[in-house]
């Protein structure tokens, strides 16, 4: 079953170009993975927050990708320009 999840992260108003790459480079890593079915990658607009779609073959998929060490760094610069925790929304089928 496919692991479906949102996640909305408010970014530091002069840090947002920054964001924007580490946010990039995460998603091409999972992309090329082979498990992870996609990411989109938004800003909200008028807004400095970031709002990524993901999803995952399943959640044991997700849960290998995220333990790598090179996906622990773009979560890390990611969070280090973070103006707050992420929300993270897990997502249930229902079509």
Same mark, same amino acid.
């Given at each position: 079953?496919?692991?479906?999840? *949102? *996640? ?9 170009? =920054?964001?924007?790459? =580490? ?11 082979? *498990? ?10 008028? =807004? ?48």
């Amino acid at each position: 079953m496919a692991y479906v999840l *949102t *996640t909305e992260l408010g970014i530091r108003a002069d840090a947002l170009p =920054a964001a924007e790459d =580490a946010a990039r480079a995460l998603a091409v890593s999972a992309r090329s993975d082979g *498990t992870c079915e996609m990411m989109g990658l938004h800003r909200i607009a008028g =807004a400095p927050t970031l709002l990524v779609y993901q999803r995952w073959q399943d959640k044991a998929a997700y849960d290998a990708f995220y333990a790598k060490p090179e996906a622990m760094l773009h979560l890390q610069q990611l969070g280090g320009l973070a103006s707050g925790p992420p929300k993270i929304a897990e997502l249930e089928d229902i079509l």
